[in-house]
Structure formats: structure tokens, C-alpha cells
């Protein structure tokens, strides 16, 4: 294929002209240097075609100004094209300016309601960025490593991962792929991230800097907190976020990145809604699951170097399972590349002891010591390189991962900092008021976008992350989120999880295959329930109203309590006929499966302490911090 001696800069304002024929992109400030042109795509039966005659009644129709091309979908009623309607500058790295996708239009707006739904929530999360000159989907240090590769349109060196339009933008890639010469749509296609991104322009003791965070969510199994856990075969899992916290020095050119990066454990488990609060643990016993987490820890080297692995779930109880098998595949890997450290947030932290997150930093001193992290000059030469990288996860990936996350990215900060000499060499940036406000609530923000993604609701702990320290009030709205989170898990999610699906191209709309959303999504018995409820309120309401003795109304409110509580122990028993699961790629676990690691755990008699079995987790990998605490 032949490549273009330069790298092409995506338009950056389109006008969109709508006839009943066609949709046709022209630049609307067009650099002279540049030839002009124009896509058309037609609207009957989709075909994309550059610098096409102009539509018959294109004067006479609307036009629209745009600031990209999301993509091209089809649904039912034929294929829709997705553009970007607003946009809102969140800053500049090294010059290039980073924006946030704030307004969109899906055309046409006809039938295939759902479909459209469920685009727009998702593109409605305002959690979106793109940008025309900047690659997003690539860190500082990938970047600087890119070689020839640096002179390719930003979409075809962009990393796959955090490349989460590339679905939607097929058309155009593979019609220039086909014939780069005659029909090159470089300029009109915009890589798009899913994550978080701040830029701040700060100040400590008077020498200018910004700060930045650049959160890209990865594609690649992507999906929400109950709907999506764990591995696939080739090593991908989900909630996998890759988090870049950049520093530049004023107008000087250096600028410094330390990358971190989360992930579900790379097991075969789920938790199965039921409208618990704590769904059923299921942990599967494959074959292939030495495989998988093989593949997983092979990418992420071959991506970031040495993994540094620190595990906060609980070592005993629920999770306690899920710690063991982590420590066994981590053993049977025996890979000198792979350090494994099981820190046990809530034990260790107890009491909002959350100073304490020290042991686990005293823990992998050595590590953090040969690791690095990324400097460039004015020349975009790299002067230090990250050599490894810290893959934290919890159950969810969220909360606890947050609070340690900006603890790993505290300590590197100071060191940048010193290194870079605006800090002293002893100096903390946290005697800088303003620079530490800046520093927790940039942390904070991530943690809080980074949870809505997967969980429905910002992420709990983050008083901590703001203020450095647990507080009441902090408690009580992490009850508050974690109540919503019950009700959106279960009883919301599956739409959230189909919106991915479908924009990721995982289903493919047809109209000759039957409406996913055609069968009742409630049981018989599920709607009999209910009813019993309905039939309870309706018998209470009667006593309150029409029972003209003391008796009478006893007896039917005690009526009404009996229904009530037996309709709640029933939608207890049979809680999986009340979630709301994804309908359109539906969950391939079968839950009649036996070969399951959990039975194994339940089978084998609790440990003294009444938690689950322990299993000592090998000396190499598995950090005692309880035993670092006695002389802490």
C-alpha cells in the first residue's frame, strides 16, 4: 500500500449538505496548500465515494456544520451517519489541542428507535476526545518510539485499543485502503477515545506548568461492571484502563509521563446479578484459563514492559477465592518478569487507616527504583523511558485501584518534579497549596469519570483522593453511590452494555433477523411476583380504607404482610428473572456448568478464622503486608 510522504491533518470543520439523495462533507476552512475535497455518501444504499459529482438539490438543502465524522452505522431503516455537532477544548500537549465531543447528530432520525437510544446515551457520557493533530490513542513514550511509522495519518498508527470508532469509520478506512492514490480519506477520518481527559495550567513557586491526565479506555472487551469480568482467550479483560499523568514546563518543550494501568484479573469469573447486594461468585475451571492468562501478561509486557501486579482485594471472605487463583496462575506462569504483590486494601486500611498505603509503597521501592518514567526534550526526543509498568486491580477495578493509583502517581510526580527542577531535592509539591488542590481533584475527577464508565456512578473513596484523608460525610456518599449502583447493575445495565455492543460493532443490525427486543423480558413467574406485591398494596389499601374494626384492619394489613414478604423471598429465590441482561450479544455462560472453581472452595471445609480456606500464595510473589505492619 502506498503511504503518503506526510502525514495528512484531519479536517477540522466540515459542512455537512443534506439532499434526499446524499450526504456530502466539505471543508468549510480550507488552507489553499490543500487540494479541496468533498465525501459523499449515498443514502440509498450507503456507498462512499470522494469527490463525487455534487447532488442535483444540493444548493437547495440543509446545511449543517460539523467538527468530525464519528462514523456510519447501519440499522433497519439503512445506514446512519454519526458526526461530531459540538466540541469543547479541554487544552493542549505539546501545542496540539485535545477536545471533548459535547453535542452529537445521528442522520437519518427515522425508525430504529432503540438502536438510536442507545447510541446516544453512550455518546451523551460526554466522555468522548479527539483530536486533529495530537494521537490520543498513543502515550508520550509510544509516541517518541513511533519511527517512520510518526509520518502515517493519525488513524493508521493509532493503537487499536483506544481506537473506539474504528468500527463505525470501516467504510472509510477500507475504500483507502483499497486505493490510497485515488482515494484517500485520511482527512476525514478522526480516531475517537473513550475516557477522561484534564489539562490544568498551573504554577509552583512561580514557574508555569500544566498538568495533565489522559485516561483511554480500551475497546477490547469493553462492557460494564456485572455484564463484563474477567478474561477471553486472547488474554483481553475487561475494565482494562491505561491512565497517563503528563507534566510540561511552561513554554520550555520538556515535558515527563508516568503511565499506570488497571485491569480486571485475568481469571475466568463472573458475579452473576440477582438482585443481591453481593451477586453469586462463579470462577470457571477451563482449560484454556493458563492460556489466557498467559496471552494477557505476554501483551501487557510486550505493550509496557515489567509487570509490578498489585492485588487489593480481600484475602479472605467473598473475594478470598479469586485471591488464591490469582496466586496460583501467577506461580504456574513463573515469569521473572511478573511481580506479584497481594495487598489487602481493607484489612491494612481498616479504621480509615489510609496512611497506611505506605506499606505497599515500601514494598516495591526497588522496583519503583529501576522503572523510570518518560522525558522528552523540545525535539520530541526521549531523554528517560518507563522501563515497567504498575497494573493495580481490585474486584471492580475502580475505588480501591483509584486511591492507590494516585498514590503511585503522588510519589513519581515528586520525583519529576525534582528532576525537572522546579522542586528542591527534598521538596514535596504538597507545601504548594494550590498545585496539591489541583493535583487531588484532577485524581478525583478521573476516579469519578472512570466508575460512571463501568459502574453507573462516580467512584466511592474519592474524600480521600480530594482531601487526603477519610472523612463522615465521605462515608455517607459512598453509601448513596453504592445504592444507585444496585439499582443500575441490576436493573439498568443491560441496556448500557447492548449501547457498547452495538457501537463497537459486536452486533450487527439486520432487518431480516428477528428484533432482539421482540420477546417479553420478564417470566411468567416474574410477572406473578410482581403481581403478588400489586395484591398486597391492594389489600393493605383496603384495610386502611374500608375495614370498620380494630380486628378487620389487623388482619388484612397482616394479610398484606405475609403477600409482601413472601413476593420479597420469591424475588430473592428466583432474582435472575428481575435483571435486566444484555439482549444483544447475549451471555454465553451456562450456568448449569459443574466445572466451576468455586464448588471446589465450598466443598473444602472454612478456615478457623471463619473466612474462606487460605492458601499461602508463593513467598515470591505474595508481600505479608501484615507481617510489614507489626514492625511499621
Known amino acids: 500500500m502506498a503511504q503518503a510522504s506526510s502525514s495528512p491533518v484531519a479536517y477540522q470543520s466540515l459542512n455537512l449538505y443534506i439532499s434526499p439523495e446524499t450526504y456530502t462533507f466539505e471543508p468549510a476552512f480550507l488552507d489553499p496548500a490543500i487540494p479541496r475535497e468533498s465525501l459523499v455518501i449515498r443514502r440509498s444504499d450507503g456507498a462512499v465515494v470522494l469527490n463525487a459529482p455534487p447532488s442535483p438539490t444540493l444548493g437547495q438543502e440543509e446545511v449543517v456544520g460539523t467538527h468530525g465524522i464519528i462514523g456510519i452505522i447501519r440499522l433497519n431503516a439503512g445506514d446512519h451517519v454519526i458526526v461530531i455537532s459540538d466540541r469543547q477544548r479541554v487544552g493542549s500537549i505539546g501545542g496540539k489541542d485535545i477536545y471533548r465531543i459535547t453535542a452529537h447528530r445521528i442522520l437519518p432520525i427515522q425508525d430504529d428507535a432503540i438502536y438510536i437510544s442507545m447510541i446516544n446515551d453512550l455518546l451523551s457520557s460526554c466522555a468522548f476526545y479527539f483530536s486533529y493533530t495530537y494521537d490520543l490513542t498513543h502515550s508520550l513514550q509510544r509516541q517518541a518510539l513511533l519511527g ?9 498508527r493509532a493503537d487499536e485499543r483506544f481506537f473506539w470508532n474504528k468500527a463505525l469509520v470501516t467504510p472509510l478506512i477500507e475504500l483507502t485502503q483499497k486505493d490510497p492514490l485515488r482515494n484517500n480519506l485520511s482527512r476525514f477520518i478522526l480516531p475517537v477515545v473513550y475516557g477522561f481527559s484534564t489539562i490544568i495550567s498551573t504554577s509552583i513557586r512561580g514557574i ?15 462492557g460494564v461492571r456485572y455484564h463484563s469480568r474477567g478474561v477471553d482467550e486472547l488474554g483481553n479483560v475487561s475494565n482494562f484502563v491505561e491512565t497517563e499523568q503528563i507534566v510540561e514546563i511552561g513554554d520550555s518543550g520538556l515535558r515527563s509521563s508516568y503511565l499506570q494501568t488497571r485491569g480486571s484479573m485475568p481469571l475466568f469469573w463472573r458475579q ?21 492468562f498467559r496471552n494477557h501478561f505476554l501483551d501487557q509486557i510486550k505493550h509496557y514492559g515489567n509487570q509490578i501486579v498489585v492485588n487489593l482485594i480481600n484475602k479472605h471472605g467473598y473475594e478470598g477465592p479469586l485471591g488464591i487463583e490469582f496466586a496460583q496462575q501467577i506461580e504456574e506462569l513463573n515469569d521473572k518478569r511478573v511481580r506479584y504483590i497481594h495487598f489487602d486494601f481493607h484489612e491494612e486500611c481498616r479504621k480509615m487507616r489510609w496512611d497506611r498505603i505506605s506499606l505497599l509503597l515500601d514494598s516495591v521501592e526497588m522496583e519503583l527504583a529501576t522503572q523510570g518514567y518518560c522525558a522528552l526534550n523540545p525535539q520530541n526526543a526521549l531523554l528517560k523511558t518507563q522501563r515497567s509498568v504498575v497494573r493495580t486491580n481490585c474486584m471492580d477495578c475502580l475505588d ?19 528532576d525537572l527542577g522546579v522542586l528542591s531535592d527534598k521538596e514535596d509539591f504538597a507545601s504548594n ?37 477519610r472523612s463522615k460525610a465521605g462515608v455517607l456518599q459512598d453509601f448513596s453511590n453504592s445504592v444507585v449502583r444496585y439499582v443500575k447493575n441490576n436493573f439498568l445495565d443491560g441496556f448500557r452494555q447492548d449501547s457498547l455492543d452495538l457501537f463497537l460493532g459486536r452486533y450487527q443490525v439486520s432487518p431480516t433477523r428477528s428484533s432482539p427486543f421482540a420477546k417479553p423480558q420478564l417470566t411468567t413467574r416474574a410477572v406473578s411476583i410482581l403481581l403478588g406485591f400489586v395484591f398486597a398494596g391492594l389489600i393493605a389499601l383496603y384495610a386502611m380504607l374500608m375495614a370498620n374494626t380494630y380486628f378487620a384492619t389487623f388482619f388484612y394489613l397482616l394479610v398484606a404482610a405475609v403477600v409482601a414478604a413472601a413476593s420479597v423471598r420469591l424475588v430473592f429465590t428466583f432474582g435472575t428473572e428481575f435483571v435486566a441482561y444484555p439482549l444483544l450479544v447475549p451471555d454465553r455462560w451456562n450456568p448449569k456448568s459443574r466445572n466451576l472453581i468455586t464448588e471446589k472452595y465450598a466443598k473444602k471445609k472454612p478456615a478457623a478464622h471463619g473466612g474462606s480456606p ?18 511499621a
Open 614 to 631: 487460605r492458601v499461602a500464595s508463593p513467598r515470591s510473589y505474595d508481600i505479608q503486608m501484615s507481617e510489614m505492619s507489626k514492625t
Open 148 to 156: 517512520s511509522q510518526a509520518a502515517l495519518p493519525i488513524w493508521q
Open 433 to 469: 497549596d494550590e498545585f496539591e488542590f489541583v493535583f487531588k481533584n484532577a485524581w478525583a475527577d478521573n476516579a469519578d469519570e472512570i466508575s460512571k464508565q463501568y459502574s453507573g456512578t462516580g467512584a466511592l473513596k474519592t474524600d480521600f483522593t480530594r482531601t487526603g484523608k
Open 400 to 418: 480501591r485501584t483509584n486511591v492507590v493509583q494516585s498514590v503511585f502517581a503522588r510519589r513519581i510526580l515528586n520525583i519529576q518534579l525534582r
Open 208 to 222: 508555569p506548568l500544566t498538568f495533565s491526565i489522559l485516561t483511554r479506555r480500551s475497546q477490547f472487551r469493553a
Open 272 to 292: 452473576v446479578v440477582n438482585v443481591k447486594y453481593q451477586p453469586k461468585m462463579v470462577i470457571e475451571d477451563r482449560p484454556s484459563k493458563g492460556t489466557a
